[in-house]
């Protein structure tokens, strides 16, 4: 079954009860783990670092410093996601600081964001956790993807096809990296979709995407960087319905000639036997002009009347009666 990861990020604004709330529709509207953002704006950026074109109201600092929970609120929000929704909790560490902080809380599944898979420091501090790492490519060239996925040699991994986009163009969402990425690692991949519809994560799963991630917010209005190229919780519900139908379509198989018995009696329905134009007499000897094809379908076939042609009718047969093989000789 696909793995759907819900990414909250940061949206939650620093309350912990938004967070829950959040985590909770999430769960509601089918995702299968629910993931956060650790930042610690002191431990991952200078002062002097430039602010995305998002922050036009506060700084970087500002903005991580007032949406930032301390160890208590992440101990309750995961056991919250775990416990209480029994979901899976994940995190993305944006510091070496964050690691020591989620180790504390027993955070079992990372996220490597794409913007560190080249912060090494981070990710061979994470490697000797032993725990399952997801990796995103989104910013990422194929050296700096390798040498990644070779970090983590030993930890249960996976890799997602990511492009940093927001929204992300369909014609730049890279399915065709899902492929290269299963031959050239052999591990797990997925697809983190930054798009704008459901068609392309769907997509992602018939390449072969294993994991599903897709931001999750309760408005498209809420305040963030993420709020507006998220899904909101009946966008997010549908994506998941419709994933999971897919994924019963490719796991099912028909043969066409077993048929079932809705099948049969579509059949007998819709196709055609063959039947006396007219009355015919017995004795009489078939001609193309003595037969029609008409429903229902429970009679000999159509594509057996020239077998018939020139027999001779055993006994009589009115308008509309099937003609059956055995009365012919």
Same mark, same amino acid.
């Given at each position: ?18 967070? =829950? ?9 089918? !995702? ?10 002191? !431990?991952? $950026? ?11 109201? &506060? ?8 949406? !930032? @929970? ?8 995961? /056991?919250?996601?775990?416990? %209480?929704?029994? #979901? ?20 079992? #599944? ?13 990710? &061979? ?13 989104? +910013? ?15 930890? %249960? ?19 065709? +990296?899902?492929?290269?990425? #299963? ?26 995407? =294993? ?6 917010? *309760?408005?498209? &209005?809420?305040?963030?960087? /993420? !709020? ?5 919780? #009946? ?12 994924? =019963?379509?490719? $796991? ?6 077993? @048929?079932?018995?809705?099948? =049969? ?19 009489? +000897? ?16 159509? %594509? ?8 001779? *009718?055993?006994?009589?047969? %009115? ?11």
């Amino acid at each position: 079954m696909t793995y759907i990861i819900a990414e909250i990020g940061n949206t939650h604004e620093g309350s912990l009860g938004l967070a =829950k709330k959040f985590a909770e529709s999430a769960s509601k509207m089918g !995702a299968n783990a629910i993931k956060f953002q650790t930042h610690i704006f002191s !431990a991952e $950026s200078t002062k002097r670092a430039p602010n995305p074109p998002y922050f036009s109201d &506060e700084t970087r600092e500002q903005y991580f410093n007032r949406t !930032a @929970f301390s160890k208590n609120e992440w101990e309750s929000l995961k /056991d919250y996601v775990e416990i %209480k929704l029994n #979901k899976d909790f994940i995190s993305s560490p944006f510091s070496l600081e964050a690691v020591d902080l989620l180790e504390s809380i027993g955070l079992k #599944k990372y996220k490597i964001p794409s913007g560190e898979i080249t912060n090494i420091p981070l990710l &061979e501090k994470i490697a000797k956790t032993h725990k399952e790492v997801i990796i995103s490519s989104g +910013m990422s060239n194929l050296d700096e993807v390798d040498l990644a996925v070779s970090i983590f040699k030993k930890n %249960k991994i996976s890799l997602l096809q990511c492009t940093s986009e927001y929204p992300c163009p369909p014609e730049k969402s890279g399915l065709n +990296m899902i492929d290269f990425y #299963k031959n050239r690692y052999n591990i797990p991949i997925g697809f983190s979709d930054h798009t704008d519809s459901i068609a392309i994560p769907i997509a992602a799963i018939t390449f072969g995407a =294993k994991i599903i991630e897709k931001h999750f917010t *309760l408005s498209k &209005e809420m305040y963030g960087s /993420d !709020a507006k190229n998220s899904f909101e919780p #009946k966008e997010f519900k549908f994506m998941v319905d419709e994933i999971r139908k897919l994924e =019963k379509a490719l $796991s099912s198989e028909i043969k066409k000639n077993n @048929f079932d018995d809705n099948i =049969k009696n579509m059949r007998i329905t819709f196709q055609k036997s063959i039947v006396a134009s007219k009355d015919l007499e017995k004795g009489k +000897m078939i001609e193309f002009s003595d037969l029609s094809f008409k429903k229902p379908g429970n009679g000999l076939p159509p %594509k057996y009347y020239k077998e018939i042609i020139g027999k001779i *009718l055993l006994s009589e047969v %009115k308008k509309d009666q099937l003609i059956k093989k055995e009365e012919l000789k």
